[in-house]
């Protein structure tokens, strides 16, 4: 073996065991040393431990793709931020439905309020509900006069003031002039509306006749067409009940199917006989009108016998 490598290879010699030195006196001097050292270790971590922020890799943002190791990485998992909360939206209330024109009123025994009508009428359970609601008026005597017939021009104003019906179906805007009738004509206001929400029409000459009286089946054709019922049977089956369905005009014929099926038809005293042509009195265009209203859900259906199509009514 080359003297070179040959001093690399021999044996270290043996430390002499001092006479005087003992093991354990030996460790006694170093005890202190190694008790410094823990003691600097353990107050590395404490400070670490108290003061996170002081790392950089607490301070990382989310996106951020560098990995602490060592002892850093120990600390990063015990000091990891949970994730925000996630707040869902406010729920915003939702809008009440809008409130009907008159609220429900209990079925009392009142008196409607008119000299000369009393709970022995026989539209009296009609009348009375209306009467409460404000919804018809008498005369300044005090009198309601319920078999006096009605003019065109007071019709139109019933369903001006019953009735406010939708843009959509209506031809708001649209003025109609009648040549028997002026601005100042005391329902002319009331007249353009009714013919405006499509109950009401003129005549082919111009003319509306507001002075004329109106006869029951004006009166439901009026009702009919002004709140677009449509009939789903044919008129042979649908005025079975009537016995005088061969006086009713032809024109008149769908129109008065679609109101007997809504319940708008009122027939008194005999729910079988029409009597399309005989003039509508106050009373019975009244009835007629709170059955409308009934159908389009304004007001409470008030139990009464003479409603043709409807027999669980009775």
Known sequence: MPPLFRSLFRPLPRLKRSSGAKPSARWRRLAPAGLAAIAAALALVTAIVKHPSRTKSTLAPVAFSGQARGFRALFNRSSRQSPPLTVPLPVLPQPLPPQQAWPDLPLVQGQPGFSDLNSGHWAWPILNDL???????????????????????????????????????????????????????????????????????????????????VSRIHVIVAL??????????????ALKPYSDQNQVPPWALAPLVAATEAGLVVNYPDRNQLAPNRLASRAEVAVMLHRALVYTGTLQDVPFPYVVGLPESN
């Open 224 to 237: 009919a067409n002004g709140l677009l019922l449509k009939s789903s049977r044919s008129a042979t089956t």
């Open 131 to 213: 009467n409460q609601r404000k919804v018809i008026a008498g005369f300044p005597d005090g009198t309601f006069r319920p078999a006096d017939p009605m003019t065109r021009a007071e019709f139109a104003t019933q369903l001006a003031q019953l009735f406010n019906l939708p843009l959509e179906r209506s031809r708001l805007g649209e003025e109609t002039f009648y040549t028997d009738m002026t601005p100042n004509h005391w329902a002319y206001g009331n007249v353009q509306q009714a013919v405006q929400m499509g109950f009401l029409s003129g005549y082919p000459d111009g003319t509306f006749l507001p002075d004329q009286t």
